[in-house]
């Protein structure tokens, strides 16, 4: 289970990315009946969901190695490290 305070960060990054990519479109069309912008923005809160749930903390609990988020994984991201 996540804690509340990570749990409310995702729903509202879900959230305001998805009104971000509403606003791309809609704002400048000037209307909201434009059927082609509304599949583009269920696909990209769908990707979005997805992807914030596959890669929360409680996933990344695995003792997979090559799991994307396990230290040491060739996938990792090693950030302020010196080494090379």
């Not at 879900?14 to 400048?28: G, H």
């Not at 434009?34 to 583009?40: L, M, N, V």
């Not at 749930?53 to 695995?62: G, I, Q």
Request: glycine content about 8%; charged content about 10%.
């Amino acid at each position: 289970m996540l804690p509340p305070m990570l749990r409310f960060k995702q729903i509202a990054g879900i959230v305001l990315n998805t009104f971000f990519f509403a606003v791309t479109p809609f704002v400048p069309a000037g209307t909201i009946r434009w059927p082609r912008a509304w599949i583009f923005l269920g696909a990209m809160f769908v990707g979005t969901a997805v992807t914030m749930a596959a890669y929360s903390p409680r996933s990344c609990s695995t003792s997979d190695s090559n799991h994307p988020c396990s230290v040491g994984s060739r996938y990792s991201i090693r950030l302020g490290s010196s080494r090379s």
